[in-house]
């Protein structure tokens, strides 16, 4: 019983780098979220997707990227690593909308350096 | 806009004592609201929601839609109650919006 699997739980970027943040459920849930994880900023939408081929921006889109091929996947895309984006990412999937709750990833914490 | 705002970035109370932690909302329609946790070294977990009415390891939350609020209660605090605690509305019918969160810690 998987669940939401992020990867990869932790990685450290350098400057200009690019990278892709994995995260797949088993659930058959149609809604996917991204969010970063700030101190004291709580967490900001980056992502979201209601259903394959569906994607849509949050609060905090810019310098990311996501595609929606599967129920299943909804990676997240680094193109161009900034220190800004130090954070820590976590992927949710929802069964019906947010209003039924999100079942959450174990995150990935990357540094940009 | 829709918002969330949870006051106490930390709160520090004794074991046995009574918690609540803040939660203030703003929404024009009707709220759907949440309580999510994270203990340490876990994932983050819904804890409870307001629809459900329900008692979940003692918490409970009671929405005042006249203070615009949704505190999270329970009336003798247990160590294993420290944690992140963040508070969450319903976004239309796609998503929600997290508070600040709240770090509890709980003293022996």
């Known amino acids: 019983n998987a669940g939401v699997t992020q990867t990869p739980k932790f990685r450290i970027l350098k400057i200009g780098q690019s990278m892709t943040l994995q995260c797949t459920q088993d659930?058959?849930?149609?809604?996917m979220y991204w969010y970063r994880q700030d101190p004291g900023m709580g967490l900001k939408l980056i992502y979201y997707?209601?259903?394959?081929?569906?994607?849509d921006k949050g609060e905090v889109p810019n310098g990311y990227n996501v595609s929606r091929s599967t129920t299943e996947d909804f990676p997240l895309r680094l193109e161009l690593a900034a220190p800004s984006q130090t954070s820590v990412y976590f992927c949710?999937?929802?069964?019906?909308?947010?209003?039924?709750?999100?079942?959450f990833g174990s995150g990935t914490r990357l540094t940009v350096v | 806009a829709q918002r969330v705002t949870q006051p106490e970035k930390l709160l520090s109370v004794f074991k046995g004592a009574p918690v609540e932690l803040k939660c203030n909302y703003s929404?024009?329609?009707?709220?759907?609201l949440f309580w999510y946790v994270q203990y340490s070294r876990q994932r983050l977990q819904l804890l409870l929601r307001?629809?459900s009415r329900e008692s979940i390891k003692g918490f409970t939350a009671d929405l005042n839609k006249g203070e615009t609020s949704f505190h999270l209660k329970k009336p003798f605090a247990q160590e294993e109650d420290s944690a992140m605690y963040y508070c969450?509305?319903?976004?239309?019918?796609?998503?929600?919006?997290f508070g600040q969160g709240t770090r509890l810690t709980i003293n022996p």
């Open positions: 949710a999937s929802s069964y019906g909308a947010g209003a039924y709750g999100y079942t």
């Open positions: 659930m058959n849930h149609n809604y």
């Open positions: 997707s209601v259903g394959a081929g569906i994607t």
């Open positions: 929404y024009s329609g009707s709220p759907e």
């Open positions: 307001h629809i």
């Open positions: 969450a509305l319903a976004q239309g019918a796609q998503k929600l919006v």
